[in-house]
């Protein structure tokens, strides 16, 4: 049986650049080929803002090479549709993010589990009408295993 992942940015990053701070789990579960990994288009339009506002410096090379950095990881691309914009600015949700809010409105309506070390997904996750699957060590009802650690 086949699992997917959909990857928060940073997980993105760090499997990247510096795969150290991902946890051991983790690691095997992006190098596993049995697993499809997922990378939203809207990583690529966090990377390039917060690169763009100061906020992420040194991502370059990722941002030129977006597609082929993706590929080398073994993951596949997930385009933003409409589906995904409208139920990411229909979420009940307090989180006001917009890159988040996208990735929990296609982590939902894809059905895929989303692997992120962010505690904004594990304390609060947002209300509708389906399950967000968060990878992290707060997710509990699917629980796959520590991601790492936000600093």
Known sequence: MTRALLLDTHVLLWALTQPEKLTARARLLLADRKVDLF?????????????????????????SD????????????????PAHALAAGQLDWHHRDPFDRV??????????PFMTADP???ERR?????????VTRSASPRFIGDVGARR
């Not at 977006?66 to 549709?81: C, K, N, P, W």
């Not at 990735?103 to 895929?112: D, F, G, I, R, V």
């Not at 947002?126 to 968060?134: A, C, R």
């Open 39 to 63: 990378v939203s288009a809207a990583s690529a339009w966090e990377i390039a803002t917060k690169h763009r506002i100061g906020k992420l410096p040194g991502v370059e090379r990722i941002m």
């Open 66 to 81: 977006f597609e082929q950095h993706v590929d080398r990881l073994g993951a596949h691309t997930l385009s933003i549709t």
């Open 103 to 112: 990735l929990a409105a296609q982590a939902q309506l894809e059905q895929l």
């Open 120 to 122: 904004v997904f594990g």
């Open 126 to 134: 947002p209300h509708s009408g389906s399950s967000l699957s968060v």
